[in-house]
């Protein structure tokens, strides 16, 4: 047994930047061991992110309880590994995320997007849901009357979009890929919702030009995603721990540019979608129409 000068260090084993460990993280027992035997298990698996192990961090059986790997995953990891993924590969990433019991964000839709849809768009429009994830948004859209489709790169997700369409009796359409424009062909949409799709920002104006082009005339982009302020203020609510993956409202602005804004704004909400976004949270949220 280490003695206690020897133990590994409990939290912030050198931890890359952007990561982070609050230390008020509930890591529960998992059965039959102490407290200690899983401060180790953390220092373990804060080493190994920090050594860029990701093998042995994502794998249990090498040490590190399944508590501390999924607190890691929801409270750490989140977009943030995506980022450094070469080559960059959603699908893969949020199938792991997705791959539980339970809907990460929840299975209500975000408030603002079924808000800014309906007070637009009458029952029958549709709408393109990019970066669905397991369906909150599209199927929510769906049970308001809308005819959706959901874009979603990760398998996982997809079949839990269905499953959830399926329990609410409403059809979504389901089609797996990144880029809206790698999928589409020519479809045209009376609005694209972004939720909370952050990407790497060497993507991310492609990603959001490709989004414009699936507009109808008039039709509507509506976002919403966190601002660097998030970060900058340590919320941990949720987001990738990458900065430059944040949206600064200008930055939205240049992105969208030759639509119409009509709404363009930073705003500080509580967050109550799952596990996955829950708490304070610093975001931005955008309607923009094609003239
Ligand atoms: C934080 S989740 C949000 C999911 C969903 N929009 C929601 O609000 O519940 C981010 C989602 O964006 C998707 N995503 C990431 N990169 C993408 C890309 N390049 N194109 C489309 N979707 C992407 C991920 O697969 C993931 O489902």
């Known amino acids: 047994m280490p003695g206690p000068a020897q133990r590994r260090p409990r939290q912030r084993v050198g931890l890359p930047p952007g990561y982070r460990i609050p230390g008020s993280t509930p890591f529960p027992d998992p059965p039959g061991r102490g407290g200690s035997a899983l401060e180790g298990t953390l220092g373990d698996a804060a080493a190994a992110i920090s050594r860029g192990d990701r093998a042995l961090w994502r794998r249990p059986s090498a040490g590190i309880c399944q508590a501390a790997r999924r607190s890691l995953m929801s409270t750490i990891s989140d ?121 790497p920002p060497a993507m991310r104006p492609e990603l959001h030009r490709a989004c414009v082009q699936h507009l109808a005339p008039g039709g509507r982009i ?20 990458d900065v430059a993956m944040l949206f600064e409202p200008e930055t939205l602005r240049e992105d969208f540019e030759g639509l119409t804004i009509e709404l363009l704004q930073e705003e500080q909400v509580e967050l109550a979608a799952g596990d996955g976004h829950r708490g304070v949270a610093e975001v931005v949220r955008l309607i923009a129409r094609r003239v």
């Open 79 to 199: 977009e943030d590994t995506m980022a450094e993924q070469r080559p960059f590969e959603p699908g893969r990433f949020w199938d792991e995320m997705f791959d539980r019991p339970d809907y990460r964000y929840g299975e209500s839709a975000n408030p603002f997007v079924i808000e800014a849809v309906e007070a637009r768009l009458e029952p029958g429009a549709t709408v393109l849901c990019v970066g669905d994830g397991e369906g909150r948004n599209g199927v929510g859209l769906a049970r308001a009357g809308y005819r959706v489709t959901s874009l979603e790169p990760s398998a996982v997700g997809l079949a839990k979009t269905r499953q959830l369409a399926a329990k609410y009796q409403v059809e979504v359409e389901t089609i797996q890929g990144v880029m809206p424009s790698d999928v589409l062909g020519e479809r045209e949409f009376d609005a694209v919702v972004l939720a909370y799709v952050h990407v």
């Open 222 to 241: 509506v976002l919403e995603g966190f601002t660097p302020r998030q970060r900058e203020l340590g919320r941990t609510s949720g987001g990738p721990g």
